[in-house]
């Protein structure tokens, strides 16, 4: 195929539309009922490798920032939520 995610109708490119209601087929399926969208999953999963160490110039690239100050904001939020987790976790 020329692209890589296609939709079921005409196996064309699968638009922002399908892909959110995807999103939100799979999360009512799960059972999840806070709701959740596309952007969410794109502010956790950010958040998340920032908090593993992924470096901020890394980051950046995987999210298509032209500006750097925009990823530090995930890598602030990774930090302070690495710092609470090691708080709940301590001895």
Do not use: W
Not at 12 to 19: P, Q
Not at 36 to 45: I, K, N, Q
Not at 68 to 91: F, I, K, P, Q
């Amino acid at each position: 195929h020329e692209h890589i995610f296609t939709n079921e109708r005409d196996g064309g490119a699968i638009t922002e539309r399908g892909v959110r209601m995807l999103v939100t087929k799979y999360r009512v399926g799960a059972g999840i009922t806070k709701q959740a969208s596309c952007h969410a999953l794109r502010h956790t999963f950010a958040t998340v490798k920032a908090s593993k160490g992924v470096s901020p110039y890394h980051l950046q690239r995987l999210l298509g920032h032209a500006k750097l100050d925009t990823t530090m904001v995930y890598v602030h939020l990774g930090r302070e939520n690495e710092s609470a987790v090691m708080e709940e976790t301590s001895l």
